[in-house]
């Protein structure tokens, strides 16, 4: 497996997708410290762009990663090697890459804008590890998509649709779900829906830790006492970690039937 | 060498193999023929465990093939169209299946007899389609596997490249390897091939050499031969 993750990795490293991909986040990291002069303030508005652009990118490059290397894919599956170290070596050569064009594209401007002088360093870090799972978690939806969908136009149309449902759509849902039960208590109902989908999670995670939870009003101390916890902070990457592995054991099991 | 049982595998509505029997020996030349959509490549690809049969059973020197890959280091392979990354160039291409399956230094010899070397330094996406097959046959023989399967192997060759594929492959089959061939130009597979099998419909027709392909049918010529067949199948 580590041979293919090698190979996608250094051929994602000399395509171009990975360096505009590297030189957006470096130029967003410094147009963002440049307007809000200010570290943390910086931190917040990077939350909002990287919550809703992360997942997408991770989705689209996965589909199209997939897509682009059928050819060598299929050079691969007539070679002594494993299906699942083929498809797991490709799917994460793309979430490494991915995720290294988002830690130096951000890391490098806020470390010169003296991050580690600075107390913004630890929710700027909760930032890029939130970043990073969500790479590896849409990634992996990613390939999932494109293993199950033989055309290329259908395999994007989904992958898109997963990512407008889990970004946007999701939340619209939930809302109307609170309005629609408010008369019941819905504190766990809340909780649940806010684990169950990553986006919200990685949200609610970030949000809680720069601590304007307060203008989240009573949800809010809700969510606070329960992340804001140990116990809450475990479950949470726990939820996240088992969004990456049920996605990749998925792979691996739809790859070892599939027909090329 | 290569066992096959009762093979079946459709693809959704669209049924390709049905119940196919074959048992192919130790050494020589099998032209695995048949028209456009007959399951050629699927039962290749069957072998090479790319397709995963719906039933039945393959078995490659005496192993089942269900869920392995270590028995494909015996497999030598031309796929039909040569598809390669296209930002790799040829020799990185070479040294990077060198990397996946093994140390070989019979790529060098190779190259020289299709005359790759002017390209080794060029791109794999900017190859026109014979130079592209050219490469596919440097990989696929550079591992020296006693079972070689060529599809279409001779697609895009010009006249002098087609002749050394020739020589190759007599060469090969001096040191007794098994090669299976899928060709739908007939001189080729009548000069090359020892043993002919026949696929239609997704069952084997015909097993056997060309003259008893010959005698069988009653024509005087192999190309008759096979039209004959498929004319008689068809009306």
């Known amino acids: 497996m580590l041979k293919i993750l090698k190979y996608s990795f250094y051929d994602l490293m000399r395509s171009r997708w990975s360096y505009v991909y590297f030189a957006f986040y470096l130029l967003l990291g410094m147009v963002l410290l440049f307007l809000n002069n200010n570290l943390s303030k910086a931190v917040i508005t990077l939350m909002n762009v990287i919550i809703v652009l992360v997942p997408l990118i991770g989705t689209i490059f996965g589909v199209m990663y997939y897509y682009n290397s059928k050819e060598f894919t299929e050079l691969l599956l007539a070679q002594p090697l494993k299906r699942s170290s083929i498809f797991l070596g490709q799917y994460f050569g793309v979430a490494i890459s991915l995720s290294m064009s988002l830690i130096l594209g951000l890391g490098i401007p806020f470390i010169f804008y003296g991050l580690f002088k600075s107390s913004a360093i630890w929710d700027f870090s909760l930032l890029l590890i939130t970043g990073t799972f969500l790479t590896f978690i849409f990634t992996a939806l990613a390939f999932n998509i494109a293993l199950s969908y033989e055309n290329k136009i259908k395999g994007f149309g989904f992958a898109i649709l997963l ?61 606070k006492k329960f992340f804001g916890t140990n116990f809450g902070l475990i479950i949470s990457f726990t939820t996240l970690v088992i969004w990456i592995i049920l996605p990749i054991l998925r792979i691996v099991t739809k790859s070892k039937k599939k027909d090329f | 060498m290569v066992t096959i049982q009762n093979l079946h595998k459709s ?225």
């Open chain 2, 11 to 235: 693809f959704g509505k669209n049924t390709v193999l049905k119940g196919l029997d074959l048992t192919i020996g130790n050494g020589g030349i099998f032209a695995i023929l048949g028209p456009n959509g007959s399951g050629k490549t699927t039962l290749i690809k069957s072998i090479l465990g790319m397709v995963i049969p719906n039933k039945g059973s393959i078995a490659v020197f005496g192993e089942s093939t269900k869920h392995q890959s270590k028995y494909r280091h015996q497999i030598d392979y031309l796929p039909q169209i040569a598809n390669f990354p296209n930002n790799l160039k040829v020799k990185e291409l070479i040294k990077m299946i060198k990397d996946l399956r093994g140390k070989t230094e019979l790529d060098k010899a190779l190259i020289e007899r299709f005359k790759l070397t002017p390209f080794l330094d060029k791109k794999l996406g900017n190859l026109s389609g014979g130079t592209k097959q050219k490469v596919n046959l440097v990989l696929t023989f550079m591992f020296n596997s006693p079972l070689v399967i060529l599809d279409e192997p001779t697609t895009g060759l010009d006249p002098i490249a087609l002749i050394r594929l020739k020589d190759l492959i007599q060469i090969e089959k001096q040191k007794g390897k098994t090669i299976l061939i899928t060709s739908h130009i007939m001189s080729f597979v009548e000069e090359v091939s020892d043993e002919i099998v026949f696929l239609l419909e997704g069952q084997i027709y015909f097993k056997g050499s060309i003259s008893d392909l010959k005698t069988k049918t009653n024509q005087p010529d192999f190309e008759h031969a096979i039209a004959s067949i498929l004319q008689e199948n068809h009306a």
């Open chain 1, 163 to 223: 990512w407008l449902f889990l970004a946007i759509i999701y939340d619209g849902l939930f809302l109307m779900s609170l309005i629609l039960f408010e008369d019941y208590p819905l504190d766990k109902l809340s909780l649940v829906g806010t684990m169950l989908n990553p986006i919200d999670l990685s949200r609610t995670l970030i949000l809680l830790k720069l601590d304007i939870s307060a203008l989240l009003g009573y949800t809010g101390a809700i969510f």
